[in-house]
């Protein structure tokens, strides 16, 4: 397994984040991932960079969001603040003692917390966009995750491994080839001016016009699989049902409708966690309005495991944020809240671009 957490700690630093010598990278995670950490951690040395490592313990966040007061909540420490403005590098390991640890913390405080960090990821996101920081999300396989997948620790990593190409003896020519292959697909979607969706309980129309498509592959998240965009932001009309469990910290929400007019959403539902959607969408001004657009593309990732890293890029799904756009996309909605909802789309579902039909049953038509 050594060898494995190498390879995987070369790729974040090498390919995902492309780190350079002097280069200041903050490493975030939990103790969980301890092999992977090291591993990264010797990587960011070896570049002749400057590795700083934040480690979070199991019940931190509980604790933090039973306890805190409201001036808590809306409180975000200078150190904090310093990190986002000076560091060049993030790389943030996902290791989970428990994904449902904040499942019975009220929605408000989830919400008034998320409000208060806004700024610090629309720092991030802005500085992402002017080149001047790169960023990484990527997980190592805890019980948790197995759990929440439904799956044994065993078949989980093999899962993990094969959707990031760990399993090739050289996993970053395989993004790198994703990636040629998936610019052509972003640069057709650039001609968009207008999306239809189509489905179960779903005709949605929304313009991209004049947003950039971005194409995912291995930058940000890994692993990744997705061509996005942030649609404009009065433009969604219409109707979307959500057949995919959609997770955010922690709650689940599942059945979810929306209905949109001039962009926000005028109506949902769910047939679960209903309350929480509620709350979500109502958080502050922009968590009722669209994000992004995006369509899975990774073929080695087709079972919903609970975790929005890997779900999100499902081949043959679409997904939709509610919340803060990305401005490297050209999107102008701020938000406390960034939401991927996810759609299957293999079955009686269709997506036009400007009434020409272009995806059918979770794959592209273009040749």
Request: proline share 3%; charged share 30%.
């Amino acid at each position: 397994m050594n060898n494995l957490w190498q390879k995987y700690a070369k790729v974040l630093v090498e390919y995902s984040t492309d780190v350079k010598k002097d280069d200041l990278v903050i490493i975030s995670s939990e103790i969980q991932a301890k092999p992977l950490i090291l591993a990264v951690y010797k990587e960011v040395l070896k570049k002749g960079a400057h590795p700083s490592l934040k480690l979070g313990m199991e019940g931190q966040k509980e604790i933090y969001f039973k306890t805190a007061t409201d001036e808590q909540l809306s409180f975000i420490d200078p150190f904090t603040e310093l990190e986002y403005e000076k560091a060049d590098k993030f790389i943030v390991i996902g290791a989970p003692y428990n994904t449902k640890n904040l499942a019975k913390i009220m929605p408000e405080r989830l919400a008034k917390r998320s409000a208060a960090t806004e700024k610090l990821s629309s720092k991030m996101l802005q500085r992402a966009a002017e080149g001047s920081l790169s960023w990484v999300i990527c997980d190592f396989p805890t019980n948790a995750l197995a759990q929440e997948a439904k799956m044994s620790i065993f078949d989980y990593e093999e899962f993990l491994l094969k959707a990031c190409y760990l399993h090739l003896d050289d996993p970053v020519a395989k993004w790198r080839e994703i990636g040629q292959n998936q610019q052509k697909l972003a640069d057709r979607l650039n001609h968009t001016k207008k999306l239809r969706i189509t489905g179960e309980k779903t005709d949605l129309t929304l313009s991209t016009e004049a947003r950039k498509w971005i194409n995912c592959c291995g930058g940000n998240n890994f692993p990744d699989g997705e061509v996005f965009t942030s649609p404009v932001e009065d433009s969604a009309e219409g109707e979307i049902y959500f057949d995919f469990p959609a997770i955010y910290r922690g709650n689940e929400s599942r059945g979810i409708y929306l209905k949109f007019e001039k962009g926000k959403v005028v109506c949902a539902t769910a047939e679960k966690g209903e309350e929480f959607l509620l709350k979500m969408i109502g958080m502050d001004e922009g968590s009722g309005f669209l994000g992004e657009v995006a369509f899975g593309t990774n073929e080695m990732i087709q079972e919903v495991t609970g975790n929005i890293l890997f779900d999100e890029k499902i081949g043959g799904s679409i997904h939709l944020a509610l919340g803060s756009s990305y401005p490297e996309t050209g999107g102008k909605n701020k938000s406390g809240l960034h939401w991927d909802i996810i759609k299957n789309m293999k079955e009686n579902s269709r997506v036009y671009a400007d009434d020409k039909l272009i995806y059918e049953n979770g794959k592209f038509l273009y040749q």
